[in-house]
């Protein structure tokens, strides 16, 4: 199993950046490929952003697509969530996920998940 511990989230006036982290140990994270998603209050789960395990395919929701982008370090076993030009709708819980295989978009896909950390946007 993987643990995963997400960190950088905050409050941030819209339009602002903010930068998640997930750091990850456990089973080998370089071959897992990686998810963000994203709970609001009285929401169900959405998908946010994934990635492969080489970093070479990525796959965004159509929110966020030229406003967020994942990368990954897996010499330092971390997934990252780059967050620009920040809308209140982005406020959420974000949560990091891992699975073996292929990246998906599904959230029942996903073996591994993270605390969460919360993102809130001020107008």
């Known amino acids: 199993q993987v643990r995963l511990v997400e960190s950088g989230g905050g409050l941030v006036q819209a339009g602002g950046s903010l930068r998640l982290s997930c750091a990850a140990s456990g089973r080998t994270f370089s071959s897992a490929a990686m998810g963000w998603f994203r709970q609001a209050p009285g929401k169900e789960r959405e998908f946010v952003a994934a990635i492969s395990w080489s970093g070479g395919r990525t796959r965004y929701a159509d929110s966020v697509k030229g406003r967020f982008t994942i990368s990954r370090d897996n010499a330092k076993n971390t997934v990252y969530l780059q967050m620009n030009s920040l809308k209140p709708e982005d406020t959420a819980v974000y949560y990091c996920?891992?699975?073996?295989?292929?990246?998906?978009?599904?959230?029942?896909?996903?073996?591994?998940w993270g605390q969460g950390t919360q993102v809130t946007v001020s107008s």
């Open positions: 996920a891992g699975r073996n295989g292929l990246i998906s978009g599904n959230h029942y896909d996903y073996d591994d």
